[in-house]
T-cell receptor, first 114, second 113 residues
Framework: DAKTTQPTSMDCAEGRAANLPCNHS???????VYWYRQIHSQGPQYIIH???NNETNEMASLIITEDRKSSTLILPHATLRDTAVYYC???????????????FGKGTLLTVNP | NAGVTQTPKFRILKIGQSMTLQCTQD?????MYWYRQDPGMGLKLIYY???????DKGEVPNGYNVSRSTTEDFPLRLELAAPSQTSVYFC????????????FGQGTRLTVV
C-alpha cells in the first residue's frame, strides 16, 4: 500500500470547518483513499472513502486532487466531539486477503477548541 | 445488530500466563482482523482471516495464534504472555469487495506484569 503523510496535530475552533490534509504521492491507480478516526482510544470509526471523485456523506467531505497525490478531509462544522486522531489510509482493492487490510500510520490529532 | 464485540474489555496477566481474547461479529462479514495499538502509535496488524478455516499472518504475529472455525468468531490466543504484549487489541471485520469499510470493536486493554 502507498505511504501517507499527515500533520501530527491541528487545531480548529468549534463551529468552523476542519480541513485535514493527507499526502499520498505514490498512490496507484487501483488504490482508494480511506479516512478513519479514533476518539480517545476507542475502536477506529470509518468516515469516508474515495477513488478519484470528490465524495460527501453525513459526516464529512473528501476532496481528492486531480493527480490523486493528495486529499483533504473536511468536517464542515467541527464540534468538540470531533476531537480525535484522524487516519488517512490508501488501500488497494483486489483479490487476496492481505489486500483488504488497513495499514495505519500515526494520523493527525485534531483538537476542536471551544 | 451488535456489530463487532470484544471480550474482555480489560485484563491483567502475569508473565507466562495465557489467555484468549474473544471477538465475534454479527454482520456475516467474511474478513476479520486483529490489530494491536501501543501507546501513541498507530494500529499494527497481527493476524487476519478471509473466511472460516483460513487465517494468515500480519505484521506482528509472533507470540499470538488465531483460529476461525465459524464466520462469526475470530479468537486471538496469547501463549506465554510477555510485558511487550501490553497493548490495546482491536478486532475488525469487513466484507470483501471494492469500496468496503471495516468495522472495529471497542478494544481489549491488556496489561502484562
Amino acid at each position: 500500500d502507498a505511504k501517507t503523510t499527515q500533520p501530527t496535530s491541528m487545531d480548529c475552533a468549534e463551529g468552523r470547518a476542519a480541513n485535514l490534509p493527507c499526502n499520498h504521492s505514490t498512490i496507484s491507480g487501483n488504490e482508494y483513499v480511506y479516512w478513519y478516526r479514533q476518539i480517545h482510544s476507542q475502536g477506529p470509526q470509518y468516515i469516508i472513502h474515495g477513488l478519484k471523485n470528490n465524495e460527501t456523506n453525513e459526516m464529512a467531505s473528501l476532496i481528492i486532487t486531480e493527480d490523486r497525490k493528495s486529499s483533504t478531509l473536511i468536517l464542515p462544522h467541527a464540534t468538540l466531539r470531533d476531537t480525535a486522531v484522524y487516519y488517512c489510509i490508501v488501500r488497494v482493492l483486489g483479490s487476496g486477503g492481505s489486500n483488504y487490510k488497513l495499514t495505519f500510520g500515526k494520523g493527525t490529532l485534531l483538537t476542536v477548541n471551544p | 445488530n451488535a456489530g463487532v464485540t470484544q471480550t474482555p474489555k480489560f485484563r491483567i496477566l502475569k508473565i507466562g500466563q495465557s489467555m484468549t481474547l474473544q471477538c465475534t461479529q454479527d454482520m456475516n462479514h467474511n474478513y476479520m482482523y486483529w490489530y494491536r495499538q501501543d501507546p501513541g502509535m498507530g494500529l499494527k496488524l497481527i493476524y487476519y482471516s478471509v473466511g472460516a478455516g483460513i487465517t494468515d499472518k500480519g505484521e506482528v504475529p509472533n507470540g499470538y495464534n488465531v483460529s476461525r472455525s465459524t464466520t462469526e468468531d475470530f479468537p486471538l490466543r496469547l501463549e506465554l504472555a510477555a510485558p511487550s504484549q501490553t497493548s490495546v487489541y482491536f478486532c475488525a471485520s469487513s466484507y470483501v469487495g471494492a469500496g468496503t469499510e471495516a468495522f472495529f470493536g471497542q478494544g481489549t486493554r491488556l496489561t502484562v506484569v
